[in-house]
């Protein structure tokens, strides 16, 4: 079982910026990949940008740039993945969620709310 904790949600203006945070716990946190999905409303889960077990890391297009992933392994049972975003436009609004996924294993944290609007 991993329990992901997100943080650091909340209202920005455009070209503004925010870091959000996930906190990881659980066991064989070392085996994860882990990221970052946002949605809007009525629209599907998307992927904004993913760090895996070793290091790779991707993002979406849309994102390229102005978002940066990184991970904080700081031991086999608590990780702490950021999503740093700058250069923040409205077309980012929605919630954003944490993700870990180990083959079958997959979890999700509750959510936070990121807004930019002037």
């Known amino acids: 079982q991993v329990q992901l904790v997100e943080s650091g949600g909340g209202l920005v203006q455009p070209g503004g910026s925010l870091r959000l945070s996930c906190a990881a716990s659980g066991r064989y946190l070392i085996f994860y990949d882990m990221g970052w999905y946002r949605q809007l409303p009525g629209k599907e889960r998307e992927l904004v940008a993913v760090?895996?077990?070793?290091?790779?890391?991707?993002?979406?297009d849309s994102v390229k740039g102005r978002f940066t992933i990184s991970r904080d392994k700081a031991d086999n049972a608590k990780n702490t993945v950021y999503l740093q975003s700058n250069s923040l436009k409205p077309d980012d609004t929605a919630v954003y969620y944490c993700?870990?996924?180990?083959?079958?294993?997959?979890?999700w944290g509750q959510g936070t709310q990121v807004t930019v609007s002037s």
């Open positions: 993700n870990a996924n180990w083959r079958s294993a997959v979890y």
């Open positions: 760090v895996t077990s070793g290091g790779n890391i991707n993002y979406a």
